[in-house]
């Protein structure tokens, strides 16, 4: 029974460039959460996302971030004209219903670095 | 507004040293989760432990313990005998009654000594 999946695990990017994160829920679970991670700090909520919809995007920076799952395939973060500050680590949780007693599985996370 | 406070930024024990990581939490909500989260150095989040609001009775879990005071607002995490493969940065989190999101502390990196 897989866990989450994050791909790439790594991600080398010039400043200008774009970034797409992608992340495939646990088996069963229709419900996914992007989260980032800045050195030596917590992680911070972005956005959560059901199949086809955006239910919460109040920690997305309003410019150059967007956050879709589609009815077939993984949830996609995508970081359009990258700058150094994107430099992070970025995890995906998913959880089967969304519930607020749901918890959330997380996945290894793609370590993002803007040169 | 929440927050959750981990003041110990760094731990380094002895192995088999019993250690305490410390977890402070803010709401107004009467209901809500918290949850313990361990990141060991290939940097994925696994799951501990999540404990509702109503549920005050303290949890083991092999050398693994939990402590919820809600009067003082804690939900301390007590590691016994503790291990090399315990090395690890260890999240505590708040999740609400209403909201889809986790709040998260900074995380207690513990190293265990050999």
């Known amino acids: 029974n897989a866990g989450v999946m994050q791909n790439p695990r790594h991600l080398v990017r010039r400043r200008g460039q774009e970034a797409r994160l992608r992340c495939s829920p646990m088996?069963?679970?229709?419900?996914v959460y992007w989260y980032r991670q800045l050195p030596e700090e917590g992680l911070k909520f972005m956005v959560y996302?059901?199949?086809?919809?955006?239910?919460?995007e109040s920690g997305m920076p309003k410019e150059r971030f967007s956050a879709e799952f589609p009815k077939e395939g993984p949830s996609i973060l995508r970081i359009q004209q990258v700058v150094r500050g994107d430099s992070a680590a970025y995890f995906c949780?998913?959880?089967?219903?969304?519930?607020?007693?749901?918890?959330?599985?997380f996945g290894p996370g793609t370590r993002l670095t803007v040169l | 507004a929440q927050k959750v406070t981990q003041a110990q930024t760094e731990i380094s024990v002895v192995e088999k040293e019993d250690v305490t990581l410390d977890c402070v939490y803010e709401?107004?909500?009467?209901?809500?989760?918290l949850f313990w989260y361990k990141q060991p150095p290939s940097g994925e989040l696994v799951f501990l432990i999540r404990?509702?609001?109503?549920?005050?009775q303290n949890e083991i879990s092999g050398r693994y313990s939990w402590n919820f005071q809600k009067s003082t607002s804690s939900f301390n995490f007590t590691i016994t005998a503790s291990q090399v493969v315990d090395s690890a940065v260890y999240f505590c989190?708040?999740?609400?009654?209403?909201?889809?999101?986790?709040?998260f502390g900074t995380g207690t990196s513990l190293t265990v000594i050999p």
């Open positions: 949780a998913s959880s089967p219903q969304g519930f607020y007693t749901d918890t959330q599985y």
């Open positions: 088996k069963g679970h229709s419900h």
């Open positions: 996302l059901q199949k086809e919809n955006i239910i919460d």
């Open positions: 709401t107004r909500d009467t209901t809500y989760y």
């Open positions: 404990r509702n609001s109503f549920d005050e």
């Open positions: 989190a708040l999740r609400l009654n209403t909201g889809n999101q986790f709040y």
